[in-house]
């Protein structure tokens, strides 16, 4: 072999070499999409098998408390459409009667009933304990509850009323503790059944001029938690769904006191309709989800919020760890923007006293 040969040889044995070497990356970048790949697909197959099995709603008992107006109504529409029975509680008889009139005329079959009982959840744990028995008697037991009853108050924290605190968190918080407490002995005895409860996006981020409204929102996330550790071995499932601002009489009602700041920030999220709101939150409990959230930002809320609450698939936890770092990141700009609307409003605040001062 003459010495040219040999050259050539070396110098085509060298490029082979390190063209693998150049190429190495690339493989492995391969073969790590390709890991990826096959885990997300494994745990989409097995995350059905994890998950809890959906709860048929055609002949289960729903109740459904604050259930005369809004959001409540429409989940009792919405059940009602899937052949539930029905128990409305709420305080205003009148208004009680008229929903079960709106309700009864999406029956799907003879058999279904609304049934109508008048107390307020929030004042006497007897007296709820004495309806939700009564209501079982008549449509046996609870297969699903829905603790939709509760009050909105918006303000600065000086200027709400220090017994509006106490208010909010007996409506709020104790409104859905009391019903839940008087259906667990009977979900627990049958393994089965369905608890939600009905939080708020300001359940999910303290806001300017929510003081009073948010923590009482907030204490419903802690109270699911440790109700589903405790409850879950039995086969029942809490939701918590956080709806945004939704068009209901009490958005209506808390919007003629609600401050320049809180509507503006408000207004970055737009207005739900409940019956869009309804379908989202009943479709989650059915499922067995802990979060249930609409739209865009309220996914994003609930990932960012998630900490150490619970997961029904794998999936989800898998999406709320993928997406944390980027959710957090914008985030920062709607915190940030929210901070500006503050910051102008109160400048323009002083601005017009200084000028009603000069004249």
Request: glycine residues 6%; charged residues 20%; hydrophobic residues 40%.
């Amino acid at each position: 072999m003459s010495s040219e040969e040999g050259l050539s040889s070396t110098i085509t044995d060298w490029l082979f070499i390190n063209s693998w070497w150049l190429l190495l990356p690339f493989i492995m970048l391969l073969v790590v999409a390709a890991f990826i790949v096959a885990f997300v697909l494994l745990l989409y197959m097995i995350s059905p098998l994890i998950s809890p099995k959906p709860l048929k709603l055609n002949g289960a008992h729903v109740v459904v408390t604050g259930g005369s107006s809004g959001i409540g109504k429409s989940i009792a529409v919405e059940c009602y459409k899937q052949g539930a029975f029905i128990t409305l509680v709420a305080r205003d008889e009148a208004k009680l009667l008229q929903a079960k009139k709106e309700v009864e005329k999406f029956a799907i079959n003879d058999k279904q009933v609304v049934l109508c009982i008048s107390v307020d959840v929030s004042s006497d744990y007897s007296q709820v304990e004495s309806v939700i028995k009564q209501a079982q008697e008549k449509l046996g037991p609870v297969d699903m509850l829905v603790n939709c009853a509760g009050l909105a108050i918006s303000g600065k924290f000086e200027d709400v009323e220090v017994d509006r605190f106490k208010k909010l968190m007996e409506v709020n918080y104790l409104g859905s503790v009391y019903p839940t407490r008087a259906v667990i002995t009977t979900m627990k005895e049958r393994r089965m059944g369905r608890i939600m409860f009905v939080s708020s996006q300001a359940g999910q981020i303290g806001l300017f001029g929510y003081t009073a409204y948010s923590p009482s929102k907030f204490a419903l996330r802690g109270l699911a938690e440790s109700l589903q550790m405790e409850i879950k071995p039995y086969n029942i499932y809490v939701t918590v769904a956080y709806p945004p601002d939704t068009e209901t009489p009490g958005l209506a009602e808390e919007n003629k006191t609600k401050p320049l700041e809180t509507k503006l920030i408000s207004e970055t999220s737009g207005v739900c309709q409940p019956d869009q709101v309804a379908k989202i939150i009943v479709r989650d409990a059915v499922q067995g989800n802990f979060n249930s959230s609409v739209g865009p930002d309220g996914y994003m809320l609930s990932a960012l919020t998630c900490g150490m609450s619970p997961v029904t698939s794998i999936t989800e936890g898998l999406q709320q760890i993928v997406t944390m770092g980027l959710f957090r990141t914008i985030a920062l700009f709607y915190l940030g923007s929210f901070d500006s609307i503050v910051r102008r409003c109160m400048i323009q605040r002083e601005q017009s006293k200084a000028a009603d001062k000069r004249e």
